[in-house]
């Protein structure tokens, strides 16, 4: 008996229980006003604010889109924001990179102290017998002087300055374009030129461009004439305007550009800054690879810092002068100007010629 009772409370404590259940449950999806409210757009709505940002809304009503909008608008702006902190932050990091940069800068000074083919004063280390010298140390007597008397016989060899001018009938005979450039110059040259640029950009210096390779001797005495005008319309007389003119721009006849053997080469970020070619071309990375890297193609920088005395003509370090692979080596190897190697060649070879009693 007691059991049937305890079954019988049991059973209208679950009826009650069911009872509350259903009257709070019609209470919940019930407004106000009494409508009721489909359950399914609410869950729609909840499943619309988990949409990415910028997703297609396809359902929900106007207001639960506009619910989203709002939303996805803010969390756009918490993008921006997040952008911003980016940028503060790399502005930050570009300002570190400019001081990194102010210390290539330093670099640049220290590598002035030590320019290749630019100073008179490496002459510590010319060597002054054939023996000593690198390129001929080991060979007999014969040997260096037979060296040495190709390559001043070959037209590589050329020595051109103000002192030294070749002839208005002197032009070189096998020209070519050098690969996407618009200037010619001598054929084994142009070869060089092209693989040096070409290694330049495979090195990430896409920047640097011929700028004048073979110039004709009449162009060469126009340019130069016109630059004394300009000088002579200062006020300057007919020989200080030609000196002026001749601080950089050879006198007709004394140019390595009439040789097809010289090329001015500059990055075009300095040329487009300037409208023409310019010193601060030594300050770019452009220039720290070919001044590195220019002997193995063949390349002196020809015209170097503290060397106008012995050169004749002002710093230029866009202008490189083919002389060969070992040459260039040695002249850039021995920091002297070409003036220097040249002449330091000739001694040597006439040591190993009376050496050699030929
Ligand atoms: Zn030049």
Redesign the pocket.
């Known amino acids: 008996m007691k059991r049937r009772q305890l079954t019988l409370i049991l059973t209208l404590i679950v009826i009650i229980i069911a009872a509350i259940t259903v009257v709070l449950t019609i209470n919940i999806f019930t407004k106000d006003d009494g409508t009721t409210v489909d359950p399914q757009q609410d869950s729609q709505k909840e499943s619309n604010d988990t949409l990415a940002p910028g997703s297609d809304v396809t359902s929900g009503t106007g207001t639960d889109t506009s619910d989203l909008d709002k939303e996805t608008n803010n969390t756009n702006n918490e993008t921006d924001n997040s952008d911003t902190d980016k940028d503060n932050s790399s502005d930050s990091g570009s300002g570190s990179s400019e001081n990194a940069g102010s210390g290539i800068s330093g670099t640049g000074d220290t590598e002035t102290g030590s320019n290749p083919g630019n100073t008179a004063s490496g002459s510590t280390a010319v060597p002054t017998s054939y023996k000593d010298f690198s390129l001929t140390s080991g060979m007999s007597a014969a040997q260096a002087y037979e060296y040495l008397d190709e390559f001043l016989d070959s037209k590589y060899s050329i020595l051109i300055n103000k002192q030294n001018k070749v002839g208005s009938d002197y032009a070189p005979s096998d020209l070519v374009l050098p690969q996407g450039c618009s200037y010619q110059m001598e054929s084994t040259a142009a070869k060089a030129l092209t693989d040096m640029l070409s290694a330049a950009r495979q090195d990430g210096y896409s920047d640097l461009i011929l700028y ?1 390779g073979y110039r004709t001797y009449a162009s060469q005495k126009n340019k130069f004439e016109n630059r004394t005008q300009q000088y002579l319309n200062q006020g300057y007389s007919q020989q200080q305007a030609e000196e002026k003119a001749g601080e950089y721009l050879a006198p007709p006849g004394s140019s ?2 009439h040789t097809g053997l ?1 090329a ?1 080469v500059c990055s075009s970020k300095i040329v487009n800054k300037y409208g023409y070619l310019d010193d601060s071309f030594d300050t770019t990375d452009e220039f720290k690879w070919l001044e590195q890297h220019c002997a193995e193609y063949g390349f002196i920088l020809r015209y170097g810092k503290s060397a106008e005395d012995i050169t004749g003509f002002l710093y ?1 370090p ?2 490189y002068r083919y002389i060969g692979t070992d040459h260039a080596k040695a002249c850039m190897a021995l920091g002297i100007t070409y003036e220097e190697y040249h002449s330091m060649l000739v001694k040597l070879r006439d040591e190993a010629k009376a050496d050699a009693n030929v």
């Open positions: 004048s390595e550009h010289a001015d230029e866009w202008h």
